[in-house]
C-alpha cells in the first residue's frame, strides 16, 4: 500500500468546513460532525465496517468533532472537549490504546491527555496537549517518535527537549513541528535530507532545522520531503525530489530549504506523497510534483518541477493532499476533489472500478470505439467522420494529433480531414478506415505496421500503401490485419510466429495476403496471434500458440491460418493478448488459450486449446478479449465482464477477479464493447461513451484530472 500524508490543522478562515486528506482517503468535518469516505480495507473510515464507500458518511460515535486528521490508513479526530480518538490499522500501535488491533471505530487514546492539534504518517501518530506538550506513539524504527530511542510505542511518549509545540506534522517517517517561539525543529528519518538540518543523519530527538533568518508559520510533511511558509507567505521545501516534489524546478534533494520557483504568496501548503500544494492568499491553488494520478490538477499526467494552477477556475479556502488525490473547499463552501479515485477517494460517487461518461469533444454521436488490449491509447469515431484520441503515447505519435509524446484524459481530434467510419487501437500504432475503404496508419512503425513502406514513426495519419478498399481493420501489437471488400486478408508489420499467417517470419511495411485464398467476413489482430472467420462462419487462427491461443488443440506456433477445432460457426471473433473469444451464430460465446486470470468465463483458471463455452448461458451479440480480462453484451445490451480485475476494468464495483461473467454497471444498455488494457470502454446506442478500470494514462477516459463536486458536502 503507498505511504502517507497528512491532515491540514482546521484554518480560521474557513469555519463552514475543514477537509482532510488520509492515503487513500478523505475526511471532513462540517458543524461539529464528522465524515469520512474512500478507501476503508482497515476500518480507517470509522464507520464499523470494512467496506470503502464513494460518498461521504458520518463517523461512528456522534462525538461533537474540532479537529481530524488522517494517515495512511489511520485517523483520529479531536472533541471540542479536547478528548483524542482514532481508528483504522494498529499493526505497531499507531492509534495509542495500548493495543496492536485495528479498530474500525473510534476508540480513546491513552493518557487522558486535552489535546488542541494531531496528526498521523505511515505508522506513527502524534498529538499536542493544550500546554503544547507533543507526544507521539506508534512505530519508531527511525526515531519518528523523538523520544532518542528507536522503540515502536502503544501509547503516548513525551517528545524530548522540554519544548512546547504549537504545530507538528508527520511523514512517512520523520516529523516537522513548529514551536510556540516561532523555532522550526525535525527528527526521524533524514535520508533524502527530509530534517532539513543540512546532513543526511537521521535523529532520534529535534534538531533544528537550517532556515537561517527566516521564520515559518506553517509545516507540512510529506513521504520524505517537507513544505514550509514563512510570514511572508513564500513556501519553501526541502527532502526528496524525484518527481519535482520541491517546486525548485530541479530533481535534485535538499537537505536544506530552498524556495519553490514562481513567486507566488500563499496562504496554506500540504504536502502529498511525492507531490505538493499551495493555496495563494488569493484562493488559487498551484501543485506541483508527482502526477501520475492527475492529482496536480491540470487537466494533465504530467509530472511538473514547478507550480501550475488548477483547472476549472475555482478559488479555494482549505485544501489538502492524500497519497494520490487532494480535495479542497470553495469560498464558497463547496468541497471539490481530483487525482487517484480507485477506493471512490473523491467522494463524487465515482471510482474507477465502475463506468463514467468519457466527454467527446463533440457535439456528435459516437459510432465506433476501440481500446488497445496491450497498449494506453483509445479511439473513437463520431457521426460526421472525426476521428478522436485519448490515452498516453512516448516518442510515437501512437495519438494522431501531430505530437509525438502526450496524454490527453479527454478525447482529442485526430489531425487531418478525413472522414472515418471506424478506428483502431494497437499497443503503440493505430488504424482508420474510411468511408471510402481506404486505411490509415500513425504512430510506431519500427516494423512497418503503419503499412506505409518505411520504419519511421508518424504522429498524423498516412495512407497505408496498396490501393486496396478495406471492409474492415484490426490493429494489434507492431501488427496490422485488413480485410477488403471483396474478402481477402492481409497483413503487414511484425511477423513474430508467423502471426502475418503469409508462411514466413518476415516482418512487412507494406500488406501482403495472408495465405490460404479465404474469403473472410471478420478478423481481429491479438499480440502475438491473429484470428479471422470465413464466410461459411469457421473461424482460423495463426502465429504464436502459447496455451492454446489458436485452438487447434495444440501449442505449435503457425504460419498460415489452421481451423478453429470444434466445427463451431462463429458470428464474431475477438483475440486478446493470449486468449481468444467467439460467439457463434447462435449467440453461445466460447473461449480458448490463457485462463490465468480466469479471462475464458469457465468458472476455473485452466488454460486451454479448443474452444470452451463461457459460462452463464448468456446469448451474446458482441464480445471482446483485452489483455486479461473479457467483455460480451447480450441480446438486451446488458454489458457482461469476466477475468482480471485488478484495476476494476469488470465495472462491478470490485477489484475482485472473476472466472464467470459478472454485470459491469447495470441500467445502462450498449450497443459496443471493447475489452482494453486493464479498462474497458462501452458505447451506447444513444452514441455515448463511457470507460471504467485503468486511468493512469488517461485510456479510460475517467477524467479525474480537474476538480470535481464532492457528494453530499
Known amino acids: 500500500m503507498p505511504n502517507l500524508v497528512f491532515a491540514a490543522v482546521k484554518k480560521p478562515f474557513s469555519p463552514a468546513i475543514t477537509v482532510f486528506a488520509g492515503g487513500e482517503f478523505s475526511m471532513a468535518e462540517k458543524a461539529d460532525v464528522g465524515y469520512s469516505w474512500g478507501e476503508n480495507t482497515q476500518g480507517q473510515l470509522g464507520i464499523n465496517s470494512t467496506v470503502s464507500r464513494s460518498t461521504p458518511g458520518t463517523i461512528c460515535g456522534n462525538y461533537l468533532v474540532s479537529e481530524l486528521a488522517g494517515g495512511t490508513d489511520t485517523a483520529f479526530l479531536i472533541t471540542t472537549a479536547?478528548?483524542?480518538?482514532?481508528?483504522?490499522?494498529?499493526?505497531?500501535?499507531e492509534l495509542g490504546d495500548n493495543t496492536v488491533t485495528d479498530k474500525s471505530t473510534p476508540v480513546a487514546v491513552c493518557g487522558g491527555f486535552t489535546f488542541t492539534h494531531i496528526d498521523a504518517g505511515l505508522h506513527t501518530s502524534v498529538g499536542i496537549t493544550n500546554l503544547g506538550i507533543a507526544y507521539a506513539w506508534g512505530t519508531n524504527t527511525n526515531g519518528q517518535i523523538g523520544d532518542n530511542t528507536t522503540t515502536s510505542k502503544r501509547t503516548p511518549v513525551a517528545i524530548c527537549g522540554g519544548r512546547t509545540f504549537s504545530y507538528i506534522s508527520v511523514g512517512d517517517n520523520n516529523m516537522v513541528g513548529l514551536t510556540t517561539n516561532g523555532l522550526t525543529f525535525a527528527w526521524g528519518l533524514n535520508s533524502s535530507g527530509q530534517l532539513g538540518d543540512n546532513t543526511t543523519t537521521s535523529r532520534l530527538t529535534p534538531v533544528a532545522v537550517c532556515i537561517g533568518l527566516l521564520t515559518f508559520t506553517h509545516v507540512s510533511a510529506g513521504a520524505n520531503h517537507c513544505l514550509a511558509l514563512n510570514n511572508s507567505g513564500i513556501a519553501y521545501a526541502w527532502g526528496f525530489n524525484l518527481t519535482g516534489q520541491l517546486g525548485d524546478n530541479s530533481a535534485t534533494n535538499r537537505s536544506t530549504p530552498v524556495a519553490i520557483c514562481g513567486g507566488l504568496t500563499f496562504s496554506k501548503v500540504s504536502a502529498g506523497l511525492s507531490f505538493s500544494f499551495g493555496l495563494t492568499t488569493t484562493g488559487i491553488a498551484y501543485g506541483w510534483g508527482d502526477n501520475g494520478f492527475g492529482q496536480l490538477g491540470d487537466q494533465t499526467l504530467t509530472n511538473r518541477s514547478t507550480p501550475v494552477a488548477v483547472c476549472g477556475g475555482l478559488t479555494f479556502s482549505d485544501i489538502d493532499c492524500g497519497d494520490f488525490h487532494v480535495i479542497a473547499v470553495t469560498t464558497s463552501g463547496k468541497v471539490y476533489s481530483w487525482g487517484k479515485n480507485v477506493f471512490g477517494q473523491l467522494g463524487n460517487n465515482l471510482s474507477n472500478k465502475v463506468p463514467s461518461c468519457v466527454p467527446i469533444i463533440s457535439s456528435f454521436s459516437v459510432i465506433a470505439i476501440d481500446a488497445a488490449k496491450n497498449g494506453t491509447v483509445s479511439v473513437g469515431a463520431v457521426t460526421n467522420r472525426t476521428g478522436f484520441s485519448w490515452g498516453s503515447t512516448t516518442l510515437n505519435g501512437q495519438l494522431g494529433t501531430n505530437v509525438s509524446t502526450a496524454t490527453c484524459s479527454t478525447p482529442t481530434a485526430i489531425c487531418g480531414t478525413l472522414s472515418f467510419c471506424a478506428l483502431y487501437a494497437g499497443t503503440n500504432h493505430s488504424l482508420g478506415l474510411t468511408t471510402t475503404g481506404i486505411a490509415y496508419g500513425w504512430g510506431s512503425s519500427a516494423v512497418g505496421q503503419i503499412g506505409d513502406n518505411s520504419t519511421t514513426a508518424k504522429s498524423t495519419p498516412v495512407a497505408v500503401c496498396g490501393g486496396f478498399t478495406f471492409s474492415q481493420l484490426s490493429a494489434g501489437e507492431s501488427t496490422s490485419l485488413g480485410l477488403t471488400t471483396t474478402?481477402?486478408?492481409?497483413?503487414?508489420?511484425?511477423?513474430?510466429?508467423?502471426?502475418?499467417?503469409?508462411?514466413?517470419?518476415?516482418?512487412?511495411?507494406?500488406?501482403?495476403?495472408v495465405c490460404g485464398g479465404f474469403t473472410f467476413c471478420e478478423i481481429s489482430a491479438g499480440v502475438g496471434h491473429s484470428l479471422a472467420i470465413r464466410n461459411n462462419g469457421i473461424a482460423y487462427a495463426w502465429g504464436i500458440n502459447t496455451n492454446g491461443r489458436l485452438g487447434d488443440n495444440t501449442t505449435t506456433s503457425r504460419l498460415t491460418p489452421v481451423a478453429v477445432c470444434g466445427g463451431f460457426t462463429f458470428s464474431k471473433i475477438s483475440a486478446g493478448v493470449s486468449h481468444s473469444l467467439g460467439i457463434t451464430t447462435t449467440g453461445v460465446a466460447y473461449g480458448w488459450g490463457t485462463n490465468a486470470s480466469g479471462e475464458l468465463g469457465r468458472n476455473n483458471t485452466t488454460s486451454v486449446s479448443t474452444p470452451v463455452a463461457v459460462c452463464g448461458g448468456f446469448t451474446f451479440t458482441r464480445i471482446s478479449a483485452g489483455n486479461v480480462h473479457s467483455c460480451g453484451l447480450t441480446t438486451t445490451g446488458q454489458a457482461y465482464c469476466w477475468g482480471s480485475n485488478t484495476a476494476g476494468q469488470l465495472g462491478d464495483g470490485t477489484?475482485?477477479?472473476?472466472?464467470?461473467?459478472?454485470?459491469?454497471?447495470?441500467?445502462?444498455?450498449?450497443?459496443?464493447?471493447?475489452?482494453?488494457?486493464?479498462?474497458t470502454l462501452a458505447l451506447t446506442s444513444g452514441?455515448?461513451?463511457?470507460?471504467?478500470?485503468?486511468?493512469?494514462?488517461?485510456?479510460?477516459?475517467?477524467?479525474?484530472?480537474?476538480?470535481a463536486r464532492v457528494c453530499v458536502l
Open 687 to 707: 452514441g455515448v461513451v463511457y470507460g471504467w478500470g485503468q486511468y493512469t494514462s488517461g485510456q479510460s477516459g475517467v477524467n479525474w484530472l480537474t476538480p
Open 487 to 513: 474478402g481477402l486478408a492481409y497483413a503487414w508489420g511484425s511477423n513474430t510466429s508467423g502471426k502475418l499467417g503469409d508462411n514466413t517470419t518476415t516482418s512487412r511495411r507494406t500488406p501482403v495476403a
Open 82 to 93: 479536547g478528548v483524542e480518538y482514532a481508528w483504522g490499522d494498529n499493526a505497531t500501535g
Open 655 to 679: 477489484l475482485t477477479n472473476r472466472s464467470t461473467p459478472v454485470a459491469a454497471f447495470g441500467g445502462i444498455t450498449f450497443s459496443d464493447i471493447e475489452a482494453g488494457n486493464a479498462y
